[in-house]
């Protein structure tokens, strides 16, 4: 199992990015996935999560109405698009996938497989 994290990098309060996270190993429509961030000196936390089709989605209280996690099962690819960034925003953001069949709440409470980081520095 591979999680490639990409997208990440430098942006003013109130821009945007897109983050991807390439998959490959198993199928990646027999599994839900999620994002989710560690900040400087604080604990990783939950994101977004996403269910295998597509139709259910979770957020995290703090990005709810700005960020949006979906899918792509034909190029097995994940995605977080963020919207109206702000500094506390930043952080180390990490893909996450399930163990087989796993729901969104599954993945959300306990994710099976961790991809590598990508940074996201938003300045004031």
């Known amino acids: 199992v591979q999680l490639q994290a990409s997208g990440g990098g430098l942006v003013q309060a109130g821009g945007s990015l897109r983050l991807s996270c390439a998959a490959s190993?198993?199928?990646?429509?027999?599994?839900?996935m999620a994002w989710f961030r560690q900040a400087p000196g604080k604990e990783r936390e939950f994101v977004a999560a996403?269910?295998?089709?597509?139709?259910?989605?979770a957020y995290a209280d703090s990005v709810k109405g700005r960020f949006t996690i979906s899918r792509d099962n034909a190029k097995n690819t994940l995605f977080l698009q963020m919207n109206s960034l702000k500094p506390e925003d930043t952080a180390v953001y990490y893909c996450a996938r399930s163990g087989l069949y796993g729901t969104s709440r599954q993945v959300r409470d306990n994710p099976q497989y961790w991809g590598q980081g990508t940074l996201v520095t938003v300045s004031s």
């Open positions: 996403i269910s295998q089709g597509g139709s259910t989605t």
């Open positions: 190993g198993g199928t990646f429509s027999d599994y839900a």
